[in-house]
């Protein structure tokens, strides 16, 4: 059977998995309203965390297709899939064209080789630029350093969400057939005849986790075949080697697996059995084989630590809470997501209650994310503030910097700008467009860190922001912190309308009237500079009126909830994010008002 491998990528949103899910409606593999995004975050969210495998049937040929998120904090599982298989689609929206996400894919694309198809979709909306667009692709494949043969690419245009695809703007389409062509005809068949009869060589670019048969490789066989309970050599890209025996075999078809015994050079399938098996080995047949070469991804960018919740409050919602238990998740979570590494220091005997695990992430979301599977999962944890991972290089200090891309309306392009250079954002460009202004610019990450909610506040929910790695460069030196304080609660209790509403012309409060509050917790923050002790519990002294009945005609500005993104972004240094599966909250590390004082004097 002939074999066709590709991966769909883009920016997020420009309807990667609307048009793998159409694909697959249209071949027959699914029913309609089956989608990639399977996950209860992703539904939750509207968008791709996971890359996935599926694959769809079209003339005869079986086409391997891998939906890959488009954020950029999911960048790791992109660029561990690119080197699997022979071409991508790269999806771009009509009316934005080319954001930094696709520069970023697109990038990674051209270096290991590919000729990417570029499917220029959503060319349906009303503000569609469909030849600007074409233009500006042209423009980055130039700019990118692609080659001759890279820049004679084809370009097909859709209407994902319509199932429709045509080669040219003028033709008359309505399915995906047209798209399907260009795929058989530009991607090059997954194996050769030659290929097929080699000994066995199976490289994983991706891990998955089944609670009955294990850990799960999914790999592309470069070459020869591959059966259940076949003996392997599993190689290491440095060439150290161990033997293994395969166990149950997949392929993927539509959005599920399929057993088979025995599968061909060409094909992706998942692989059971090899309980030690990483991303980037090479399962082959003999001991004498070449190990292929390892696969490269991108380095973490941002730390935190992850510790016992040692709250008050604590072990009232979670149902794991101890060191232990963490420290067990956080290693099967390593088995599966690339982009994050763990410390995992060892303590001396009996400072347990101090332990604390040092997690390295691509970003706030890729963290926000572990972090809320974490939560419904039954555990209970906090977490210290996000810092930026400081590297040196020849003497020279190094930070992590982002390429930022801002669409915004007029009026709000100044504060953006104002707030950008205060936290070091350099303007690499900024252009007029239809309805505002598009600005990229170049900051370091630690700058950026927090700053997307008050972009939202700032642009009235109307900016769009989007960031892509920019690799690490020379430090820049202090970064001003933002000017606002906490308002910590001194008492514990339940918050009551009436102070709250004392406190709410002080800055903004984070809690409604009737949360429990513990001394220590933070509350609120305030508009003048240095934290603020205070008292939420405090009821209003009445002489023949019941305090509880006048709280109640008290109207609150609504608060500001502390979300998980919301929290690392918010955060202080001193401060811990307490995260259990019903509450999130702000807190400081030290309780009490003496113990900081004490800390601060220490310091
Ligand atoms: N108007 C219009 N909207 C579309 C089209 N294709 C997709 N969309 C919409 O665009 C939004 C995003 O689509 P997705 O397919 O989830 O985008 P994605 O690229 O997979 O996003 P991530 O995986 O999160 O990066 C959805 O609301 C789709 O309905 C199209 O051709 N036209
Ligand atoms: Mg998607």
């Known amino acids: 059977m002939e074999i066709r491998n590709i991966a769909i990528i883009a920016h997020v949103d420009h309807g990667k998995t609307t048009l793998t899910d159409r694909l697959m409606q249209q071949t027959g ?34 086409i391997n297709i891998v939906d890959t998120p488009g954020h950029a904090d999911f960048g790791s599982e992109v660029e561990r899939v690119l080197r699997s298989i022979d071409s991508v689609l790269l999806v771009v929206d009509a009316q934005e064209g080319p954001m930094p996400q696709t ?18 979709n959503k060319i349906d909306k009303p503000a569609a630029r469909v030849e600007w667009t074409l233009e500006k692709i042209y423009e980055l494949f130039l700019d990118l350093g692609a080659s001759d043969e890279q820049l004679d690419f084809t370009t097909v245009y859709a209407i994902a969400r319509q199932g429709l695809a045509k080669r040219n703007m003028a033709d008359e389409s309505d399915n995906l057939n047209p798209l399907l062509d260009v795929i058989l005809e530009k991607v090059k068949p997954a194996s ?11 490289q994983p670019f991706n891990l998955a986790y089944d609670n009955f048969i294990g850990r799960l490789a999914i790999g592309r066989i470069y070459e020869g075949t591959v059966r259940q309970a076949d003996t392997v050599i599993i190689k290491k890209p440095d060439g150290e080697t161990r033997t293994g025996k395969i166990g149950k075999l997949f392929t993927f078809a539509g959005i599920s697996r399929k057993e088979v015994k025995v599968a061909e050079a060409g094909d992706i399938v998942m692989i059971a059995g090899l309980p030690d098996i990483y991303i980037g080995e090479t399962i082959c047949a003999d001991a004498s084989q ?18 016992v919740n040692n709250s008050p409050f604590a072990g009232r919602d979670g149902k794991y809470v101890t ?12 088995e599966v997501n690339v982009g994050l590494k763990i410390d995992f220091p060892r303590l001396p005997d009996g400072q347990g209650a101090g332990d604390y695990y040092k997690v390295y992430g691509r970003g706030e979301l890729h963290i926000a994310i572990l972090l809320e599977n974490m939560r419904r999962e039954g555990f209970e944890l906090q977490v210290s503030q996000p810092t930026v991972i400081i590297k040196e290089e020849s003497g020279v200090k190094l930070e992590p910097f982002e390429e930022v891309t801002i669409d915004v309306p007029q009026e709000s392009s100044g504060v953006v700008i104002e707030k950008m250079a205060k936290r070091k954002g350099l303007i690499k460009e900024m252009n007029p467009e239809h309805a505002g202004v598009r600005i990229v610019f170049e900051i370091p990450v630690r700058g950026l860190l927090g700053y997307r909610n008050e972009f939202v506040v700032d642009t009235r929910g109307e900016g769009i922001i989007s960031t892509h790695m920019a690799g690490f460069k020379p430090h820049v030196g202090e970064i001003a912190k933002s000017e606002l304080g906490s308002m910590v609660s001194m008492v514990s209790g339940k918050a009551l309308a009436f102070s709250l509403w004392n406190l709410q012309e002080r800055g903004t409060l984070y809690i409604g009237a009737n949360v429990e509050v513990y001394e220590g917790m933070v509350i609120g923050n ?10 939420p519990i405090k009821g209003k002294q009445l002489t023949n009126m019941r305090a509880s009945g006048s709280d109640e005609a008290i109207r609150l500005t609504p608060p ?8 690392l972004g918010i955060m202080k240094e001193d401060e811990y994010l307490e995260v259990t599966p019903k509450n999130i909250r702000l807190r400081k590390m030290y309780l009490t008002k003496n113990d900081r004082t004490k800390a601060l004097r220490v310091k």
């Open 29 to 62: 593999m699914t029913e309609p309203g089956v989608s990639m995004d399977s996950n209860a975050l992703e539904l939750e969210r509207g968008i791709t965390i996971y890359s996935k495998n599926t694959s769809v049937m079209y003339k005869g040929v079986k």
């Open 103 to 120: 520069k970023f894919v697109l990038k990674k694309s051209l270096e290991l080789g590919l000729k990417p198809i570029v499917v220029i």
């Open 192 to 202: 050769s005849a030659e290929e097929a009869i080699l000994p066995l060589r199976i």
């Open 290 to 307: 070449f190990a292929l070469p390892a696969i490269s991804i991108d380095p973490p960018t941002i730390s935190l630590n992850f510790l």
């Open 323 to 334: 060191s232990r238990q963490i420290k067990e998740r956080l290693e099967r979570e390593l």
């Open 526 to 535: 305030v508009a003048k500079g240095n934290d603020l002790e205070v008292n």
């Open 560 to 567: 500001y909830e502390i979300s998980l993104e919301r929290g």
